[in-house]
């Protein structure tokens, strides 16, 4: 069975967006950079929550049009033809979304699971992780914990109502000061 894996940035003091929803803060140094194209080597389809689905549908058709950050050149033409998949109640279709999964998610996501293939990858979407963990069907996290400190904003899990308990089984420090947590979800 596929694996779900959610990976995450989130601020020294736990937010994964501030509170005007500013997402300004990751920095994306050359060691979180190549971790991240390992991640697409253990996955074969990437999920997304339709905020951050809107921010990356955005940014990553033309982004290396718009810069030439060595990242953003080496990613935008795998992000355009990869699975892409939006977890979204109120999406109905996007050019760039292989499929919206709607209201009966517990059920698509499991379908998914049980399809053979690599993992399945959560990038950003904190309120789907919260539905998914719920669901219980996350079954790792990799929280990457940047050096800033917000005050406020989106937590890593809103809504979560009940305790997720999670083993310890990584822990790797980026350049840029950036700390990865990695996290098996115990059942």
């Known amino acids: 069975m596929r694996k779900l894996?959610?990976?995450?940035?989130?601020?020294?003091?736990?937010?994964?967006?501030?509170?005007?929803?500013?997402?300004?803060?990751?920095?994306?140094g050359p060691e979180l950079s190549d971790y991240s194209f390992d991640l697409g080597e253990e996955n074969d389809i990437t999920l997304y929550g339709r905020v951050t689905w809107e921010m990356m549908a955005a940014w990553w058709p033309d982004a290396e049009s718009r810069t030439d950050h060595p990242h953003v050149v080496r990613y935008a033409p795998i992000w355009r033809r990869s699975r892409k998949m939006v977890i979204s109640r109120t999406l109905q279709k996007d050019e760039?979304?292989?499929?919206?999964?709607?209201?009966?998610?517990?059920?698509?996501?499991?379908?998914?699971?049980?399809?053979?293939?690599?993992?399945?990858?959560?990038?950003?979407?904190?309120?789907a992780a919260s539905s998914l963990a719920s669901l219980g069907l996350l079954d790792e996290l990799r929280i990457a914990v940047h050096p800033v400190v917000l005050g406020g904003g989106t937590s890593l899990f809103p809504g979560l109502d009940e305790r997720l308990n999670l083993r310890l089984i990584e822990t790797r420090t980026f350049d840029e000061g950036v700390v990865l947590h990695r996290y098996e979800v115990v059942r």
Request: charged residues 30%.
């Open 96 to 127: 760039w979304a292989e499929k919206v999964i709607g209201d009966d998610l517990d059920t698509e996501i499991r379908a998914l699971k049980e399809e053979p293939g690599k993992g399945l990858l959560l990038m950003g979407g904190a309120r």
């Open 5 to 28: 894996s959610y990976f995450i940035h989130t601020t020294a003091d736990g937010y994964t967006k501030g509170p005007q929803g500013e997402f300004d803060w990751p920095v994306m």
